[in-house]
């Protein structure tokens, strides 16, 4: 079920009741623009949820709660370091017998209820599930029934509104007021109070504090307002904007957002992310790239090709670039050109495959099967084989009159999940030549189902049925063509013959004269017309 929109269509909490209701698995994004986060459905129950840029805090959470010490915290973190960060922090805990699985699902409930907390704050923004998407590497999930979970992050940030106006600016230095400590043990203060007073030092901001706790922004709220009325903080001056920005690493911050941007196909917010990425650093090879990955997913390949070379010049080295400038002055028609940037790329990462397939498939495009295989044996095989490398050896190897070893090759793509419409297609045409109409069919509608406005296969299609006299088929088929506007005079002529086959003679002579009208010249569609006539004037 693919769910898009925005909040002004339907806010965030029918959203969440739609998929909870729904029983959905996967993952609703979210964003307002500036921020980004995920919440992950398993049949209906929330098990995980995030907030892009802002960093994971389970060690920091589980030491407040008083459930490991500093001690335990550093020599986990080392361990995470050493093993090279592949594994959770969580896991190592769990390993170590610090925790228990409780303790972390306790956690991980935790995180939920903030990031819900935090995203039910938003007037404006977008939404989109992807159906059957779970975290990567989350091994411990959990099961929160979104009804309830809803009814209290509700209830929060009706208290949260009312709390915030009470609350000094984000940007906002907080300091700590001098007391006599008897004074100050009079207060009573509990664990998290102190840990939040330990954060107010005169040089973070309202803002960097949040961040820095371990406890969550709404009780992280309630605190810092509970210190300031009780006189043991006060408000100092304000950070300005730009370095507050800079404090929280506005770059990375900036790259994690267009990022994600960039996988949801939101690529004019990407592309926003990219270009602020610029304005503070030029020479910054992966905005570079990335911008020119969307303009070409855009189709924009001039300009795609302009901020590949802006990414070569800054890093000359990453084949990355060169192969996809080359794709970019392919789909320009600069073959010749396309071609020396596949070369560069295969000079500097031979063992990269889709270098080698891609100069493969500008060498059959201009029927240089020799040239092409070549670059094609050179690939590893211990490799995942591109898509596109065994597809292209399939095309050769029929090109070589060898069906049965192309039909291999296409339907280990097949077997293998990683379905094309072009490879359905071409199997199509296969099993057609092979007299297997039935897989035919099966093929070509499988490809259409995938792109369903593609004249070639629609054509295909067309033939089988009307080869095969399946007169129905054939008129769906032309009537789908006409829909798309992709039909010319012969095929008009031909819905013409069906609908009169059909018995309908009304819309046959309506499609002949749509045909003359294409094709004055046409004698044939001409003498229907006229016999036809002829027969109601004799009744």
Same mark, same amino acid.
């Not at 961040?211 to 009780?219: I, N, V, Y």
């Given at each position: 079920?693919?769910?898009?929109?925005?909040?002004?269509?339907?806010?965030?909490?029918?959203?969440?009741?739609?998929?909870?209701?729904?029983?959905?698995?996967?993952?609703?994004?979210?964003?307002?623009?500036?921020?980004?986060?995920?919440?992950?459905?398993?049949?209906?129950?929330?098990?995980?949820?995030?907030?892009?840029?802002?960093?994971?805090?389970?060690?920091?959470?589980?030491?407040?709660?008083?459930?490991?010490?500093?001690?335990?915290?550093?020599?986990?973190? %080392?361990?995470?370091?050493?093993?090279?960060?592949? *594994?959770?922090?969580?896991?190592?805990?769990?390993?170590?017998?610090?925790?228990?699985?409780?303790?972390?699902?306790?956690?991980?409930?935790?995180?939920?209820?903030?990031?819900?907390?935090?995203?039910?704050?938003?007037?404006?923004?977008?939404?989109?599930?992807?159906? &059957?998407?779970?975290?990567?590497?989350?091994?411990?999930?959990?099961?929160?029934?979104?009804?309830?979970?809803?009814?209290?992050? $509700?209830?929060?940030?009706?208290?949260? =509104?009312?709390?915030?106006?009470?609350?000094?600016?984000?940007?906002?230095?907080?300091? =700590?007021?001098?007391?006599?400590?008897?004074?100050?043990?009079?207060?009573?203060?509990?664990?998290?109070?102190?840990?939040?007073?330990? @954060?107010?030092?005169?040089?973070?901001?309202?803002?960097?504090?949040?961040?820095?706790?371990?406890?969550?922004?709404? @009780?992280?709220?309630?605190?810092?307002?509970?210190?300031?009325?009780?006189?043991?903080?006060?408000?100092?001056?304000?950070?300005?904007?730009?370095?507050?920005?800079?404090?929280?690493?506005?770059?990375?911050? +900036?790259?994690?957002?267009?990022?994600?941007?960039?996988?949801?196909?939101?690529? &004019?917010?990407?592309?926003?992310?990219?270009?602020?990425?610029?304005?503070?650093?030029?020479? +910054?090879?992966?905005?570079?790239?990335?911008?020119?990955?969307? +303009?070409?997913?855009?189709?924009?390949?001039?300009? $795609?090709?302009?901020?590949?070379?802006?990414?070569?010049?800054?890093?000359?080295?990453?084949?990355?670039?060169?192969?996809?400038?080359?794709?970019?002055?392919?789909?320009?028609?600069? =073959?010749?050109?396309?071609?020396?940037?596949? *070369?560069? $790329?295969?000079?500097?990462?031979?063992?990269?495959?889709?270098?080698?397939?891609?100069? %493969?498939?500008?060498?059959?495009?201009?029927?240089?099967?020799?040239?092409?295989?070549?670059?094609?044996?050179?690939?590893?095989?211990?490799?995942?084989?591109?898509?596109?490398?065994?597809?292209?050896?399939? @095309?050769?190897?029929?090109?070589?009159?060898?069906?049965?070893?192309?039909?291999?090759?296409?339907?280990?793509?097949?077997?293998?999940?990683? +379905?094309?419409?072009?490879?359905?297609?071409?199997?199509?045409?296969?099993?057609?030549?092979?007299?297997? &109409?039935?897989?035919?069919?099966?093929?070509?509608?499988?490809?259409?189902?995938?792109?369903?406005?593609?004249?070639?296969?629609?054509?295909?299609?067309?033939?089988?049925?009307?080869?095969?006299?399946?007169?129905?088929?054939?008129?769906?088929?032309?009537?789908?063509?006409?829909?798309?506007?992709?039909?010319?005079?012969?095929?008009?002529?031909?819905?013409?013959?069906?609908?009169?086959?059909?018995?309908?003679?009304?819309?046959?002579?309506?499609?002949?004269?749509?045909?003359?009208?294409?094709?004055?010249?046409?004698?044939?569609?001409?003498?229907? @017309? $006229?016999?036809?006539?002829?027969?109601?004037?004799?009744?």
């Amino acid at each position: 079920m693919a769910i898009k929109g925005s909040f002004k269509e339907v806010n965030l909490p029918d959203v969440l009741q739609l998929l909870a209701v729904g029983r959905k698995t996967g993952c609703l994004k979210v964003t307002d623009g500036s921020n980004f986060g995920s919440v992950f459905f398993n049949q209906g129950k929330i098990c995980y949820a995030n907030l892009l840029n802002r960093p994971d805090r389970l060690g920091d959470r589980l030491f407040s709660r008083g459930l490991i010490t500093s001690r335990d915290l550093q020599d986990a973190l %080392a361990l995470q370091q050493q093993e090279g960060g592949t *594994r959770r922090l969580g896991i190592l805990l769990l390993e170590t017998g610090l925790v228990k699985q409780a303790d972390i699902e306790a956690d991980v409930s935790g995180q939920i209820e903030d990031t819900i907390f935090y995203l039910l704050r938003w007037v404006d923004g977008e939404f989109f599930f992807e159906p &059957d998407s779970l975290p990567e590497g989350e091994t411990i999930l959990v099961s929160l029934d979104a009804m309830n979970l809803l009814l209290e992050e $509700a209830r929060r940030v009706d208290e949260w =509104r009312t709390l915030e106006k009470k609350l000094p600016t984000p940007q906002t230095v907080l300091e =700590r007021v001098m007391m006599d400590l008897a004074k100050q043990e009079e207060l009573n203060l509990n664990s998290e109070e102190k840990q939040i007073l330990s @954060l107010i030092d005169g040089y973070r901001s309202l803002a960097e504090i949040m961040e820095t706790s371990a406890l969550g922004e709404f @009780l992280t709220s309630k605190i810092v307002y509970g210190l300031l009325l009780a006189g043991l903080a006060k408000r100092g001056s304000e950070k300005s904007k730009q370095a507050a920005a800079w404090n929280l690493n506005i770059i990375d911050d +900036h790259g994690n957002l267009g990022m994600a941007f960039y996988r949801t196909q939101m690529y &004019d917010e990407a592309t926003r992310e990219y270009r602020r990425i610029i304005e503070i650093r030029p020479d +910054h090879y992966e905005a570079r790239f990335y911008l020119g990955l969307i +303009h070409f997913r855009k189709g924009e390949y001039a300009e $795609a090709a302009t901020e590949f070379l802006e990414a070569i010049a800054v890093e000359p080295k990453k084949a990355a670039a060169y192969n996809n400038l080359g794709l970019s002055l392919e789909l320009m028609g600069e =073959r010749e050109d396309a071609a020396r940037q596949y *070369r560069r $790329a295969v000079e500097l990462s031979p063992e990269k495959a889709m270098p080698r397939a891609n100069l %493969a498939c500008l060498f059959c495009g201009d029927g240089e099967n020799d040239s092409a295989r070549e670059q094609l044996n050179r690939i590893d095989p211990a490799a995942d084989q591109p898509l596109l490398a065994t597809f292209l050896a399939g @095309l050769i190897a029929l090109r070589s009159r060898d069906p049965e070893q192309a039909n291999k090759l296409w339907s280990s793509i097949e077997n293998n999940n990683k +379905h094309n419409y072009v490879l359905q297609n071409n199997l199509g045409a296969l099993m057609q030549a092979k007299g297997q &109409d039935e897989e035919a069919e099966r093929y070509y509608s499988a490809a259409l189902k995938a792109r369903p406005d593609d004249r070639i296969i629609l054509r295909n299609l067309l033939e089988l049925y009307y080869k095969n006299g399946m007169i129905a088929q054939s008129v769906e088929t032309l009537n789908r063509m006409a829909e798309l506007e992709i039909m010319d005079p012969q095929d008009m002529a031909r819905l013409g013959n069906l609908y009169l086959k059909q018995g309908q003679k009304e819309l046959a002579a309506q499609w002949w004269r749509k045909t003359l009208k294409a094709d004055p010249e046409n004698q044939m569609v001409k003498r229907n @017309l $006229a016999l036809m006539d002829k027969n109601a004037f004799a009744k």
